[in-house]
Nanobody, 119 residues
């Protein structure tokens, strides 16, 4: 059974930092791109950042570029999102998602972790 379990969310003041983790289990992810998405209240889910499991190629949404860093530990099967210089508009539920690389298929999602940034 494939599981993606996020952790690390919480309440932080604007300008602060948080690191999210996503522990992946149940299969090998070498053919997958691991992503972070977020969904704020009343808004659609949006892409935040992605990284290929093999090679580590990264991609970011313009809104988080130069503030957020995505990384993965292939030994621990864990995905990370280091978030710096947080803004109130970063407040959302953050989801980890595994995408079959080169496709629009996202077969695996985590349950989400809440990030709240106070002004």
């Amino acid at each position: 059974q494939v599981q993606l379990v996020e952790s690390g969310g919480g309440l932080v003041q604007a300008g602060g930092s948080l690191r999210l983790s996503c522990s992946a289990s149940g299969r090998t992810f070498s053919a997958y791109t691991m992503n972070w998405f977020r969904q704020a209240p009343g808004k659609e889910r949006e892409f935040v950042a992605g990284i290929t499991w093999i090679g580590g190629s990264t991609r970011y949404a313009d809104s988080v570029k130069d503030r957020f860093t995505i990384s993965r530990d292939n030994v621990k099967n864990t995905l990370y999102l280091q978030m710096n210089s947080l803004k109130p508009e970063d407040t959302a539920v953050y989801y980890c998602a595994a995408q079959l690389t080169g496709t629009l298929s996202f077969p695996y999602w985590g349950q989400g972790t809440q990030v709240t940034v106070s002004s």
